[in-house]
């Protein structure tokens, strides 16, 4: 009882102060109890080995994807990390929602710098994939951190449809008899794009999907992304790249609030919107 008790009060705590520090959630917590002793006590049950977040937080989770995907032909899963403090790398997944990024899974990897292992990508994609509902569409949006053809590879073995961006220098041609050049190339000049469906992709895989290269204006460089293969007959707009990618934007803002405010000792920080 003790925990569950701890537990409502540190969810009360940061609902009223709409805060993720200790120190802010104890003055939200009625009691004869002084601040200094309700942060220890709150600091002591977050580092209680014993608290595990996926249990509790796991139902839900399951109730807003149950909820989403009954009101919506498909749910838009976003995935991206971040570093947060010194020598730990955050993985989240979230659901899109209204312009919201709800966060659904996320996992804590020891790591100083670089991008998340694609072994922690898995695990963590397996884990969510395990709390879908059966039969409903999913696309997954990220950014170049997950590049992995063997991510793609369980992506399609799940049905799974995908928007991800990708490095502009990563090898590409139309067929075997032409030379490999950049991804980054298939566009000449800012205010430009080439839609390049069935493409073949890196030289050590040869793998046909489909790209868009989008160069913006004003930006130094142009911006490639990868797509679900399309099969034949089936219909793609372009444009739906653009809308997938709005997507990602919106977990972002979540991304730099945690990577921004997030202390060692809270397991996950929601920005404000996200209560009202």
């Known amino acids: 009882m003790t925990r569950v008790r701890n537990l409502t009060w540190l969810i009360i705590g940061v609902f009223l102060s709409r805060s993720v520090r200790l120190d802010r959630i104890a003055l939200k917590i009625p009691g004869p109890a002084k601040e200094t002793s309700l942060t220890r006590r709150l600091s002591r049950f977050l580092s209680n080995p014993a608290l595990s977040a996926r249990p509790i937080y796991e139902p839900i989770a399951r109730c807003w994807l149950r909820h989403l995907a009954e009101s919506q032909k498909g749910l838009t899963l976003i995935i991206d990390g971040t570093r947060v403090g010194f020598g730990y790398h955050m993985l989240l997944v979230a659901v899109a929602y209204r312009r919201r990024a709800l966060p659904i899974a996320w996992v804590w990897i020891r790591a100083k710098t670089g991008h998340s292992p694609l072994q ?52 590409v041609r139309w067929t075997d008899e032409e030379p490999w050049q950049n991804a ?80 060692c000792a809270i397991p996950i920080a929601f920005p404000a919107s996200l209560w009202r």
């Not at 170049?144 to 990708?166: C, D, P, T």
């Open 120 to 171: 922690a990508q898995l695990a963590l994609l397996e884990y969510v994939h395990r709390l879908l509902p059966e039969a409903i569409p999913i696309t997954l949006v990220g950014d170049s951190e997950f590049r992995a053809l063997e991510l793609f590879f369980q992506l399609e073995r799940w049905g799974w449809k995908y928007v991800l961006r990708m490095i502009e220098t990563y090898q």
């Open 184 to 263: 980054g190339a298939l566009v000449s000049a800012p205010g430009s794009q080439a839609w390049c469906p069935g493409i073949l992709l890196t030289l050590k895989h040869a793998y046909r999907t489909n790209v868009l290269a989008y160069w913006q204006a004003g930006k130094s460089r142009p911006g490639c992304w990868r797509l679900t293969w399309i099969r034949p007959g089936q219909r793609f707009k372009p444009i739906a790249v653009a809308c997938g990618w709005r997507r990602c934007l919106e977990i972002g803002k979540v991304m730099a609030l945690i990577s921004n405010k997030l202390t």
